[in-house]
């Protein structure tokens, strides 16, 4: 069964949680409106066209194999902005700062990052889906429109290397694609080498839609009594109402030096 696999690194990126008042918080891996969301944004897609959004959400599962996730980083932040009364649309950050001047507010939030993040990323196709995953691995090579981590403030800091392979299962997938060095080791010296400053985590953890079967064989160390049943609600319904579903999400952690 063909897969799409495709790297996430980024120096800064931000997965976010359910956020209420002032605190963004941020998971520890993307959720599946993340990942949707690089994709309708490399395929042009807009916001407001509903149609093709609910198109993508229901057209394709996901899985993700977290290969660093990086250190947790706290930024208080404060931005001018003004209020929204009278329902007037400001088009750029300079009819903000000028027509809305009289109006200008500041606004504090306290925010979440995770440095040096570092995941793999697998998806595959539903019956309903409208674009073949060679479609969508043309899209990451040439985005529409800006790919970010999680927000505009996290840009990719390496390539996506996107490609589509054949394989069994979310895992052969997710193990057999090698993207590629971050840091190349050749003629550096022995201190500034990638396992010293980007080092994998040494437990690695995997995230995946669907049944046991699509994730892995009962072999290789598979055991699917440790797979933990999680709840997230990043399953888009509605991106004008900006509204998500609860999703059911299965975890497996393996340790990589017992491998």
Known sequence: MNHLVFRLYGAMASWGEIAVGENRHTATYPGKSAI???LGAAL???RNNEKKQTELATGYTTAIKLVNSGQLLKDYHTSQAPDSVGKFSYRTRRDELVVGKE???TVLSSREYRTDFHAIVAVTTTPSACWTL???KEALLKPKYHLYLGRKSCPLCAPLN???VDVNNFREGLDCYQPGALLSDEE???WSCQSRWLAEDRITHY???GDLNAFSESVAGFDPSQVHVLTRYDQPFSRNRWQFLPRQENWWMC???KD
């Open 36 to 38: 949707l969301g690089l």
């Open 44 to 46: 042009g897609l807009d």
């Open 103 to 105: 109006r200008l507010k």
């Open 134 to 136: 060679q479609e969508l």
């Open 162 to 164: 996107p490609r589509v």
């Open 188 to 190: 550096r010296p022995e």
């Open 207 to 209: 995230y995946w839609e």
């Open 255 to 257: 340790n990589r030096e």
